[in-house]
């Protein structure tokens, strides 16, 4: 028997396009549910995209009722931690009152099985590295409290309404489908490695590096790059895992290996085979010298392994897929 399609929210988006042709390739049907407010239509291509909110309830009813749903996918969210201090009442109605109106729905429907996107920034301080799913949950932004908040909410919804979930815990999301057909677009960036191959690409902007005096390497921070493509083959590994009779669980996504501000501006010199400017800057609150996931429950448990682990295949991944649109421009 054919599986029932599976709803894909925010699959407009960075992360979630890609698991849109990941879901697709391994013969999946996708059905995509974002409301365009940072998401690319085009992305998309032609699947089929319902354009509205998670928080829209009557949408839901109807979405719900008409396709059947096997399972949920959760991409959406506002992502930006900065705009979370200033306008945190933006990220708790969208991140958790929107999340909250789609379990509800879930629960109604009785479609149970949910994998959401989260992040390690539900860790917050970090008190020791690498970061393994025991660490203690102290987000320092309204952005991982949010975050922390629906994982909250999933624990007792699973133990109430038997919802089964994957919490997957992204540390830094990077790189593109090899293809070069999707890409790294948010508005405005905030993420290092699409702010470095603007640099490059643009003689006019510049990288700032924000402090140069942590322990380190080299003295600037330290981040876990993963791959999209290993991040949405971990969420078929757990989809499939779910299917399978697995419990609900949560995993740390990352490859266990660090990278400077540094390693980064030097990669993407080579890969680019262009200078960039750097610009000297302050450290900034509430950055950690080093940010490393232990990634091995998701690695033992779900018999995942980040196929593209090198910061040099990411970036490639990444400059061919911005070239791309440069070229098309
Ligand atoms: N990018 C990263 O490095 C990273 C790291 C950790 C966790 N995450 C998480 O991964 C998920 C995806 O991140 P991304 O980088 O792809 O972000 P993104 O902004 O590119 O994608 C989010 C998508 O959700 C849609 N959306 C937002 N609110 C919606 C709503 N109420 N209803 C319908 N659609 C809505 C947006 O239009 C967009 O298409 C987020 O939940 C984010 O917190 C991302």
């Not at 365009?36 to 309830?57: P, Q």
């Not at 740390?252 to 800057?281: F, H, M, W």
Request: aromatic residues 8%; charged residues 20%; contains cysteine.
């Amino acid at each position: 028997m054919p599986i029932k399609p599976i709803l894909v929210i925010g699959g407009a988006g960075y992360i979630g396009s890609h698991m849109v042709q990941a879901l697709r390739k391994a013969n999946l049907t996708p059905i995509v549910l974002d409301n365009l407010s940072t998401g690319h239509e085009e992305s998309v291509f032609d699947t089929k995209l319902i354009r509205g909110d998670m928080a829209d309830t009557a949408l839901l009813n109807q979405l719900f009722a008409k396709y059947e749903f096997s399972a949920v996918m959760h991409f959406a969210s506002f992502i930006q931690v900065g705009e979370s201090v200033k306008d945190p009442a933006k990220y708790y109605m969208n991140n958790v009152v929107g999340t909250l109106n789609l379990l509800n729905a879930m629960v109604r429907w009785k479609v149970n099985k949910f994998i959401f996107s989260s992040t390690a920034a539900v860790y917050g301080e970090v008190r020791y590295t690498p970061i393994d799913e025991n660490h203690p949950l102290a987000p320092i932004n309204p952005y991982g409290h949010s975050k922390r908040m629906v994982e909250q909410m999933l624990e007792d919804y699973s133990r109430a309404y038997g919802l089964q979930y994957a919490i997957l815990r992204y540390f830094n999301a990077a790189g593109a489908d090899p293809s070069g057909m999707l890409s790294e677009q948010h508005e405005p960036e905030t993420h290092l490695i699409p702010l470095v191959l603007q640099a490059a690409q643009d003689p006019q902007k510049t990288i700032t590096v924000f402090g140069r005096d942590y322990k380190t390497i080299d003295g600037t921070c330290v981040r876990d790059y993963i791959h999209v493509s290993d991040l949405c083959r971990a969420h078929l590994l757990a989809l499939q895992a779910l299917r399978q009779g697995m419990q609900s669980c949560t995993y740390n996504l990352g490859t266990g290996q660090g990278y400077s501000v540094q390693q980064v501006i030097d990669t993407a010199c080579e890969v680019t085979k262009r200078p960039i400017k750097v610009v000297e800057g302050e450290r900034r609150p509430g950055d950690p010298a080093i940010l490393i996931a232990d990634a091995r429950s998701a690695m033992q448990e779900l018999s995942w392994r980040p196929e593209y682990p090198e910061l040099q295949k990411i970036m490639e991944h990444a400059w061919n897929a911005i070239s791309s649109t440069e070229l098309s421009s």
